[in-house]
Nanobody, 125 residues
Framework: QVQLRESGGGLVQAGGSLRLSCAGS????????MGWFRQAPEKEREFVAV????????YYPDSVKGRFTISRDNTMNTVYLQMNSLKPEDTAVYYC??????????????????WGQGTQVTVSS
């Protein structure tokens, strides 16, 4: 089994930046896709970003495109989310996720096999 552990969340002023990390551990397992989701109170979990085996292969929804950047270091089993120009509406618990199969539908929670516990990001106005 793969364990995912997020870190780097916290409180930041609007317009500021945070860098989230997610470290994988446990059994050796191919993880061709790793992603980030977020969930605000009483809201559905929302897709944020996904990266393939190469950090050059990425996809973002319009809500974060141009502000967030996902990358990964396969030698350390770690995925990152650099968040710039943060807005109060970015406030949520951020989760990292991993998918073990190649595919095309990568922006829904059902596409992923493993999840971290989440890290809180709060953006003040």
């Amino acid at each position: 089994q793969v364990q995912l552990r997020e870190s780097g969340g916290g409180l930041v002023q609007a317009g500021g930046s945070l860098r989230l990390s997610c470290a994988g551990s446990g059994r050796t397992l191919p993880l061709p896709y790793m992603g980030w989701f977020r969930q605000a109170p009483e809201k559905e979990r929302e897709f944020v970003a996904v990266v393939g085996w190469s950090s050059d292969t990425t996809y973002y929804p319009d809500s974060v495109k141009g502000r967030f950047t996902i990358s990964r270091d396969n030698t350390m089993n770690t995925v990152y989310l650099q968040m710039n120009s943060l807005k109060p509406e970015d406030t949520a618990v951020y989760y990292c996720a991993a998918r073990v199969r190649y595919g095309r539908t990568l922006d829904v929670t059902s596409a992923y096999d493993y999840w971290g516990q989440g890290t809180q990001v709060t953006v003040s106005s």
